[in-house]
């Protein structure tokens, strides 16, 4: 897999979640104390989110971190 594939896979599964835990892109953001358009990056695939970033969206969506690399495939 290619490290885009990676990061828009991860992105994507933070989307999901988030949408699952009925939060707002904003929402998400404000409890990982980024802002609005640096989630977007993360949640696009367009940044590459550092463990500490990770931790925090893991902390938010109060899921394990481990849970951000599952995928369904």
Do not use: V, W
Not at 41 to 64: D, M, W
């Amino acid at each position: 897999m290619k490290k885009e594939e990676f990061l828009k896979e991860i992105g994507s599964k933070i989307k999901n979640l988030r949408a699952e835990k009925k939060m707002s892109q904003i929402q998400l953001a404000s409890l990982c104390q980024f802002d609005k358009a640096s989630m977007s990056r993360i949640e696009s695939g367009q940044a590459n989110p550092t463990i500490q970033t990770l931790y925090k969206i893991s902390e938010a969506l109060e899921i394990p971190i481990p849970h951000l690399f599952k995928t369904d495939k």
